[in-house]
């Protein structure tokens, strides 16, 4: 599944989290696949379901 960036940057300055927004912003595309960078997102403890706009058209 592809993602953009802007949502877990979103997620992690919500959780306060804003060094580490920085750095993903740095490291990752503005689209990111949630299959290849999901031991980054575990580590980020972010579920990728968690990730998906319900309102996105599919």
Not at 11 to 38: C, F, H, K, M, S
């Amino acid at each position: 599944m592809i993602i953009d960036k802007s949502k877990i940057l979103e997620i992690l300055r919500r959780r306060g989290q804003d060094a580490r927004a920085e750095w993903v912003d740095r490291q990752l595309p503005d689209r990111v696949d949630t299959y290849d960078n999901a031991g980054l997102l575990a580590t980020l403890n972010l579920d990728p379901a968690d990730l998906v706009d319900v309102d996105a058209p599919p």
